[in-house]
């Protein structure tokens, strides 16, 4: 019975989860399996994997083989390099020891590069909040100082309007200051022609 490494659909429409399952090859996607290996979700950044390694190397020692897809988890995760390690240390090229050290060596050169890339990721993340925060305290500021200048010129139309009303009480109008005038020069015509 040929057996294939696979994945196996789980999650809602959208939102895909997947179990890393051994399965004969002639068993549908999400059907009958013989074996859960691990599971994966690639709606996080970045996806989240787990995996037994030790279970998955055991599979691919008997002869499983894995799609692409699962290859490539698998590689991302170490299983098809502890198979080739532990294909060496059968042959004799190796060391158990030696495996297991280069094995352990090759997981925390992972993690370092994993973690930077979380790093970078939330820095981001930090740096875009940053950047929209900035534009809306710009805004408010603009937004403010409209306001403010809207508040000024209504202060300032309704000084003027007060002036110019003021004026208007104060100030006699052309025509009176014409008549004014006129009485004046009539006065003094009046008291010239009495002398």
Partial sequence: MPVKIRLQRHGKKGKPFYWIVAADVRSKR?????EKIGSYNPNVNPA???????????????????????????????????NHLVGGVRKGALTEEQA??????????????????????????ADAKAKILEAEVKVNEEREAAAQKAENDAIKAAADAKAAEAAANAEPTEEEAA???????????????AE
């Fill in 179 to 193: 008549k004014s005038i006129d009485d004046v020069q009539a006065e003094a015509s009046e008291e010239g022609k």
């Fill in 48 to 82: 989240d994997i787990e995996l037994d390694v030790d279970l998955a190397v055991d599979w691919l020692q008997n002869g499983a083989q894995p799609t692409d897809t699962a290859k490539a988890i698998l590689s991302y995760k170490g299983a098809m390099l502890k």
């Fill in 30 to 34: 999400d059907g009958k399996y013989l």
């Fill in 100 to 125: 297991e050290e280069k094995f352990k060596a090759w997981l925390t050169e992972k993690e370092a590069k994993i973690q930077a890339k979380k790093d970078g990721l939330s820095q981001a993340d």
